[in-house]
């Protein structure tokens, strides 16, 4: 060992028990004290012998003799005589030398002056800092997603931070709840977003907004959820004001709604005292989709649902005096809901709901008596019937229209063939429409468009493959208008289009290798 190689020494016991009384204080291995203390003691030899040669420092563990030593590389040719010797000149201190080897010739030891000890201090100061900081990063790193208590140290531009014990902590002002005031001393509970090793030391922030929190919040109060018997499915909070929570029992026995508000209210009034009286919805999850839906948006009654699976919305028709309730002030009711459920909720009252529906059976009326040259009566009977389009009457089972009410084979025979003359006519009209605009024939014939959709698309100035594709989806869906496609149908669409220029750098590609 390098102590075993030196004379000259210095006794300090004494830096053994400042090295320990620092370690304890500090909360930081001893050895680490040690090493900052060698550090400054090698500067400081260093400052005394010269900066050009390489000085060793070391304190002995169990006496506490400072040991000090210049060190000397035996190698084949010299560049700087200050560190490095011959070979030679190394078999003449030691036969056995070589190439690689290093000498330690001991040097007398130093007192440290005014300056020197100043720079020692700093040095030592530095090194327990950052073992100080490192330590704290390794304790707070695999804590995020905990809940902690801390005291408040002060407070910057509504920013707090907090004093953890081991540590402080940092609650940015979009993480403090709105209103939500603390001052110097103030006891505060937090969620751990994020742990950041950075320059200045471990950067640890909390949050008092986060969902997470109030899920953990939940953990702590109620038994059962802790025991993983209750589940929470979903969170959605707009913080200091209101929230949802949606949970469900892996044990039927066990009502989840009831385990969480516990008895008299006593489990969610303890969360809701902790969230500054943040309102708490909770709701059952149901794997029915409407269900779950009509739960969500208690307090509001719910009338109907109808949902569109594809696009992941659904409009829920509620009484006209519960549209308000429904929505929330400000939306907030409506909001929560989408959040936690993850639908795009529309609502309508009962009354626009039968305007609509009166508008579309009308609209569709008049159209079986502008195409199929029938009365309003017949018109009629085919949309109570759930006939939509003129598809719907050519391309439906003869049966389906004979069993209508008032329908033989011959009336559902010829309804039918003048379903079949109308789009006949209509396809003719939007072949001579797609001519005149310049529609190109590989446009036409792309996979995915409708007749229809191509002359949306010539209105629009998409008139080949290579305009088609360098649409966005959006772009694309708003060309159509009307006629409505999910985002992965357009998103299809617009790859299948750019498929040609990748097949067209292939080739390019395979030219070059040819």
């Known amino acids: 060992m390098f102590e075993d190689n030196l004379n000259q020494n210095i006794a300090r016991p004494e830096l053994l028990q400042i090295a320990e009384s620092v370690a304890?204080?500090?909360?930081?291995?001893?050895?680490?004290?040690?090493?900052?203390?060698?550090?400054?003691?090698?500067?400081?030899?260093?400052?005394?012998?010269?900066?050009?040669?390489?000085?060793?420092?070391?304190?002995?563990?169990?006496?506490?003799?400072?040991?000090?030593?210049?060190?000397?590389?035996?190698?084949?040719?010299?560049?700087?005589?200050?560190?490095?010797?011959?070979?030679?000149?190394?078999?003449?201190?030691?036969?056995?030398?070589?190439?690689?080897?290093?000498?330690?010739?001991?040097?007398?030891?130093?007192?440290?002056?005014?300056?020197?000890?100043?720079?020692?201090?700093?040095?030592?100061?530095?090194?327990?800092?950052?073992?100080?900081?490192?330590?704290?990063?390794?304790?707070?790193?695999?804590?995020?997603?905990?809940?902690?208590?801390?005291?408040?140290?002060?407070?910057?531009?509504?920013?707090?931070?907090?004093?953890?014990?081991?540590?402080?902590?940092?609650?940015?002002?979009?993480?403090?709840?709105?209103?939500?005031?603390?001052?110097?001393?103030?006891?505060?509970?937090?969620?751990?977003?994020?742990?950041?090793?950075?320059?200045?030391?471990?950067?640890?922030?909390?949050?008092?907004?986060?969902?997470?929190?109030?899920?953990?919040l939940f953990t702590q109060e109620v038994p059962e959820i802790y025991d993983g018997i209750i589940q929470i499915i979903s969170v959605a909070r707009d913080p200091g004001s209101r929230a949802k929570i949606s949970v469900m029992s892996k044990d039927n026995s066990i009502d989840p709604v009831g385990a969480c508000v516990g008895m008299r209210g006593s489990r969610v009034q303890a969360v809701v005292a902790e969230l500054q009286n943040e309102k708490i919805d909770i709701i059952p999850f149901s794997e029915d989709v409407p269900t779950y839906l009509v739960n969500a948006l208690a307090p509001a009654e719910v009338t109907k649902v109808v949902l569109d699976e594809e696009e992941k919305k659904v409009e829920i028709v509620v009484p006209d005096d519960q549209l308000s309730l429904a929505i929330g002030r400000?939306?907030?009711?409506?909001?929560?809901?989408?959040?936690?459920?993850?639908?795009?909720?529309?609502?309508?009252?009962?009354?626009?709901?039968?305007?609509?529906?009166?508008?579309?059976?009308?609209?569709?009326?008049?159209?079986?008596?502008?195409?199929?040259?029938?009365?309003?009566?017949?018109?009629?009977?085919?949309?109570?019937?759930?006939?939509?389009?003129?598809?719907?009457?050519?391309?439906?089972?003869?049966?389906?229209?004979?069993?209508?009410?008032?329908?033989?084979?011959?009336?559902?025979?010829?309804?039918?063939?003048?379903?079949?003359?109308?789009?006949?006519?209509?396809?003719?009209?939007?072949?001579?429409?797609?001519?005149n605009m310049g529609i190109s024939e590989e446009l036409s014939q792309f996979e995915g468009l409708t007749p229809s959709m191509l002359v949306k698309l010539g209105n629009a100035g998409v008139k080949t493959v290579d305009d088609l594709a360098d649409l966005s989806s959006d772009e694309l869906k708003e060309a159509l208008e009307e006629i409505t496609l999910s985002n992965n149908e357009a998103d299809e669409i617009i790859m299948s289009a750019r498929s040609s220029w990748f097949d067209d750098d292939k080739k390019e590609e395979n030219n070059e290798e040819n």
């Open 24 to 216: 304890r204080e500090k909360s930081i291995d001893q050895n680490i004290v040690i090493q900052a203390m060698e550090q400054a003691i090698q500067s400081a030899a260093k400052r005394k012998y010269g900066q050009e040669l390489e000085i060793r420092a070391g304190i002995n563990k169990k006496s506490g003799e400072i040991e000090i030593a210049r060190v000397l590389k035996v190698v084949e040719v010299v560049d700087n005589k200050a560190i490095e010797i011959t070979l030679e000149e190394g078999q003449k201190r030691d036969s056995s030398a070589r190439i690689g080897d290093f000498f330690y010739d001991p040097l007398p030891p130093i007192e440290l002056g005014r300056v020197a000890a100043q720079t020692a201090k700093q040095v030592i100061v530095q090194k327990v800092r950052d073992a100080e900081r490192e330590k704290q990063y390794e304790e707070f790193k695999d804590r995020v997603g905990e809940v902690v208590n801390g005291l408040v140290k002060r407070i910057e531009y509504g920013n707090v931070i907090v004093d953890l014990g081991r540590g402080e902590a940092f609650i940015r002002r979009d993480d403090v709840i709105p209103r939500e005031t603390f001052r110097p001393g103030d006891r505060i509970r937090s969620w751990i977003s994020e742990v950041k090793k950075e320059q200045r030391g471990p950067q640890i922030y909390l949050s008092r907004t986060a969902n997470e929190f109030m899920t953990k």
């Open 330 to 435: 400000r939306g907030q009711n409506v909001r929560l809901a989408c959040q936690l459920t993850g639908w795009d909720i529309d609502i309508l009252t009962e009354g626009s709901e039968s305007d609509r529906r009166q508008t579309e059976m009308s609209n569709i009326s008049q159209l079986f008596i502008d195409k199929l040259n029938v009365d309003e009566v017949i018109a009629q009977v085919l949309v109570t019937e759930g006939f939509s389009s003129l598809e719907a009457v050519a391309y439906v089972p003869i049966q389906d229209l004979i069993e209508i009410e008032g329908f033989d084979e011959k009336i559902a025979e010829e309804l039918r063939e003048r379903a079949l003359t109308s789009l006949k006519e209509k396809e003719e009209k939007i072949k001579d429409d797609l001519s």
